[in-house]
């Protein structure tokens, strides 16, 4: 750029200096600018892969869940069933006592109640 008339070469000189000096400071500025986008990236990528291992994992814990249920269900048509033939062996018992008197009714909330 060509210098004003009457300008003096050393204020023409400080100008370029100066201008120059900005340009060096917006640069740097620019680079702590990038360097952060940069480091916000990483970290969202961190967060990004931690959501996919979690959602991964998530998906695990309902099969599991699914599973432990369907086996509970099958624990409890178990023991309904266990107790149920706990009912009528124990009415079985009272109904022969041992002394050879007879036989006390058995009263249906004694066979029912599971």
Known sequence: MPAPRGASPQRTLAKAEQTIRNLQ??????????RDLQGQLRHDEGLAAER????????????EIRELTRANREHVEK??????????LKAGARAR???????EP???RMLGSV
């Open 52 to 63: 996919e291992d979690l959602k991964s994992e998530i998906a695990d814990l309902k099969g």
């Open 97 to 103: 006592k041992p002394n050879g008197e007879a036989a």
């Open 25 to 34: 400071d917006r640069i740097a500025e620019q680079k702590r600018h990038i």
């Open 106 to 108: 058995v009263s249906p």
């Open 79 to 88: 023991l309904q069933v266990l107790r149920t033939e706990n009912m009528k």
